[in-house]
Protein backbone atom coordinates (compact mmCIF):
# COMPACT_ATOMS: atom_id res chain seq x y z
CA UNK A 1 0.00 0.00 0.00
CA UNK A 2 1.20 3.44 -0.91
CA UNK A 3 1.12 6.11 1.76
CA UNK A 4 1.50 9.82 1.66
CA UNK A 5 3.39 10.64 4.77
CA UNK A 6 4.05 14.48 4.01
CA UNK A 7 2.33 16.94 2.09
CA UNK A 8 3.88 19.97 2.41
CA UNK A 9 7.77 21.36 2.33
CA UNK A 10 9.04 22.95 5.72
CA UNK A 11 12.37 25.44 6.08
CA UNK A 12 14.18 23.87 9.06
CA UNK A 13 17.72 25.44 10.36
CA UNK A 14 20.65 23.53 8.54
CA UNK A 15 22.08 23.16 12.40
CA UNK A 16 19.18 21.96 13.76
CA UNK A 17 19.08 18.76 11.36
CA UNK A 18 20.48 15.54 12.89
CA UNK A 19 22.55 13.44 10.81
CA UNK A 20 21.77 9.94 11.55
CA UNK A 21 24.71 8.21 13.10
CA UNK A 22 24.35 4.77 11.37
CA UNK A 23 23.99 6.51 7.62
CA UNK A 24 26.50 4.09 5.48
CA UNK A 25 26.94 6.46 2.41
CA UNK A 26 30.19 8.70 2.56
CA UNK A 27 30.56 12.26 0.70
CA UNK A 28 33.94 13.08 0.15
CA UNK A 29 35.05 16.89 0.91
CA UNK A 30 35.02 16.83 -3.10
CA UNK A 31 31.67 15.67 -3.69
CA UNK A 32 30.21 17.60 -1.03
CA UNK A 33 31.93 21.12 -2.97
CA UNK A 34 30.09 19.59 -6.33
CA UNK A 35 27.07 19.74 -4.48
CA UNK A 36 27.88 23.37 -2.92
CA UNK A 37 28.30 24.55 -6.57
CA UNK A 38 25.51 22.91 -7.76
CA UNK A 39 22.93 24.79 -4.95
CA UNK A 40 24.74 28.03 -5.30
CA UNK A 41 24.32 27.43 -9.37
CA UNK A 42 20.45 25.64 -9.51
CA UNK A 43 19.16 26.80 -6.26
CA UNK A 44 17.86 24.34 -3.40
CA UNK A 45 16.29 22.12 -5.58
CA UNK A 46 15.67 18.75 -3.73
CA UNK A 47 14.53 19.12 0.13
CA UNK A 48 16.08 16.74 2.44
CA UNK A 49 13.89 14.30 4.32
CA UNK A 50 13.61 14.35 7.48
CA UNK A 51 11.89 12.35 10.73
CA UNK A 52 9.55 14.02 13.68
CA UNK A 53 12.20 15.08 15.48
CA UNK A 54 14.76 16.86 12.82
CA UNK A 55 17.07 13.10 12.00
CA UNK A 56 18.12 13.39 8.20
CA UNK A 57 16.99 10.10 6.41
CA UNK A 58 17.41 12.07 2.95
CA UNK A 59 20.07 14.29 1.67
CA UNK A 60 23.06 14.07 4.16
CA UNK A 61 25.45 15.42 1.39
CA UNK A 62 23.49 18.32 0.76
CA UNK A 63 22.93 19.25 4.30
CA UNK A 64 26.94 18.91 4.80
CA UNK A 65 26.94 21.32 1.55
CA UNK A 66 24.50 23.81 3.06
CA UNK A 67 26.78 24.15 5.91
CA UNK A 68 29.56 24.57 3.64
CA UNK A 69 27.87 26.97 1.56
CA UNK A 70 26.70 29.10 4.80
CA UNK A 71 23.27 28.51 4.69
CA UNK A 72 20.63 28.93 7.53
CA UNK A 73 17.85 27.27 6.43
CA UNK A 74 17.22 24.56 4.34
CA UNK A 75 13.72 23.12 2.53
CA UNK A 76 13.10 20.16 4.48
CA UNK A 77 9.89 17.04 4.19
CA UNK A 78 8.90 15.26 7.53
CA UNK A 79 8.67 11.81 6.77
CA UNK A 80 5.62 11.38 9.81
CA UNK A 81 4.66 7.63 10.34
CA UNK A 82 7.74 5.71 9.63
CA UNK A 83 8.80 2.85 11.71
CA UNK A 84 11.99 2.60 12.87
CA UNK A 85 12.71 -0.02 10.47
CA UNK A 86 11.03 1.98 7.88
CA UNK A 87 13.50 4.71 8.55
CA UNK A 88 16.68 2.42 8.54
CA UNK A 89 15.89 0.85 5.58
CA UNK A 90 14.89 4.14 3.32
CA UNK A 91 17.95 5.93 4.33
CA UNK A 92 19.92 2.82 2.29
CA UNK A 93 16.92 2.70 -0.08
CA UNK A 94 17.07 6.34 -1.66
CA UNK A 95 20.84 6.43 -2.10
CA UNK A 96 21.12 2.57 -3.44
CA UNK A 97 17.97 2.60 -6.17
CA UNK A 98 19.59 6.11 -7.72
CA UNK A 99 22.64 4.45 -7.78
CA UNK A 100 20.69 1.07 -9.91
CA UNK A 101 20.29 3.18 -12.88
CA UNK A 102 22.26 3.61 -15.87
CA UNK A 103 23.31 6.00 -18.76
CA UNK A 104 22.15 6.10 -22.40
CA UNK A 105 25.56 7.43 -23.33
CA UNK A 106 25.02 8.26 -26.82
CA UNK A 107 21.86 10.59 -25.26
CA UNK A 108 24.38 11.92 -22.48
CA UNK A 109 27.40 12.45 -24.49
CA UNK A 110 24.92 14.28 -27.41
CA UNK A 111 23.39 16.36 -24.25
CA UNK A 112 26.57 17.33 -22.28
CA UNK A 113 27.65 18.61 -25.98
CA UNK A 114 24.58 20.72 -25.57
CA UNK A 115 25.75 21.72 -22.67
CA UNK A 116 29.37 22.79 -23.75
CA UNK A 117 28.57 24.98 -26.90
CA UNK A 118 25.99 26.77 -24.39
CA UNK A 119 28.97 27.79 -22.24
CA UNK A 120 27.35 25.60 -19.07
CA UNK A 121 30.51 24.45 -16.79
CA UNK A 122 30.31 20.91 -16.88
CA UNK A 123 31.41 20.40 -13.37
CA UNK A 124 27.86 21.27 -12.06
CA UNK A 125 26.94 18.35 -13.74
CA UNK A 126 28.99 16.02 -11.33
CA UNK A 127 31.22 14.28 -14.08
CA UNK A 128 34.88 14.93 -13.26
CA UNK A 129 36.93 16.41 -16.39
CA UNK A 130 38.26 12.92 -17.60
CA UNK A 131 34.19 11.42 -17.70
CA UNK A 132 33.20 14.68 -19.83
CA UNK A 133 36.10 14.53 -22.13
CA UNK A 134 35.37 10.51 -22.53
CA UNK A 135 31.68 11.15 -22.93
CA UNK A 136 32.84 14.12 -25.64
CA UNK A 137 35.56 12.20 -27.22
CA UNK A 138 35.55 11.39 -31.36
CA UNK A 139 38.35 9.98 -32.78
CA UNK A 140 36.72 8.04 -35.31
CA UNK A 141 37.20 4.70 -34.14
CA UNK A 142 36.11 2.33 -31.94
CA UNK A 143 38.19 0.70 -29.01
CA UNK A 144 40.23 -2.14 -30.67
CA UNK A 145 38.36 -1.39 -34.41
CA UNK A 146 40.14 -0.81 -37.12
CA UNK A 147 37.17 0.30 -39.31
CA UNK A 148 35.78 3.87 -38.42
CA UNK A 149 32.98 4.67 -36.31
CA UNK A 150 30.80 5.63 -38.70
CA UNK A 151 30.87 3.16 -40.79
CA UNK A 152 30.05 0.73 -37.84
CA UNK A 153 27.48 2.68 -36.58
CA UNK A 154 25.81 3.51 -39.76
CA UNK A 155 25.66 -0.64 -39.95
CA UNK A 156 24.35 -1.29 -37.12
CA UNK A 157 21.58 1.97 -37.88
CA UNK A 158 22.48 4.11 -35.25
CA UNK A 159 20.90 8.42 -36.20
CA UNK A 160 23.78 10.94 -35.87
CA UNK A 161 22.07 14.29 -34.86
CA UNK A 162 23.11 17.53 -35.45
CA UNK A 163 22.46 20.72 -32.94
CA UNK A 164 21.63 23.79 -34.55
CA UNK A 165 21.34 27.63 -33.50
CA UNK A 166 18.85 29.54 -34.30
CA UNK A 167 18.12 33.19 -33.46
CA UNK A 168 14.75 33.00 -34.04
CA UNK A 169 11.65 30.25 -33.97
CA UNK A 170 10.94 31.46 -37.39
CA UNK A 171 14.19 30.65 -38.34
CA UNK A 172 14.03 27.34 -36.70
CA UNK A 173 10.93 26.55 -38.72
CA UNK A 174 12.57 27.54 -41.99
CA UNK A 175 15.74 25.57 -41.32
CA UNK A 176 13.49 22.71 -39.97
CA UNK A 177 11.25 22.78 -43.67
CA UNK A 178 14.77 22.99 -45.81
CA UNK A 179 16.41 19.74 -43.90
CA UNK A 180 12.80 17.57 -44.39
CA UNK A 181 12.79 18.96 -47.69
CA UNK A 182 16.51 17.03 -48.26
CA UNK A 183 14.74 14.03 -46.45
CA UNK A 184 16.61 14.48 -43.32
CA UNK A 185 14.06 13.47 -39.63
CA UNK A 186 13.75 17.09 -37.91
CA UNK A 187 12.79 17.95 -34.63
CA UNK A 188 12.47 21.60 -32.76
CA UNK A 189 14.21 21.69 -29.47
CA UNK A 190 14.65 25.48 -26.86
CA UNK A 191 17.07 25.46 -24.12
Known amino acids: MVRILAETIERRSVEALVPYAKNSRTHSEAQVAQLAAAIREFGFTNPVLIDERGGIIAGHGRVMAARSAGMVEIPCIVLAGLSDAQRRAYVIA ?94 ALMF
Do not use: M
Open 94 to 187: DNKLALNAGWDEELLSAEIEVLVSLGVETNLLGFNEEEVASLLQDDGHNEGDKEPRGEKKIAEGINYQVVAQCASESEQAQLITRLENEGFKCR
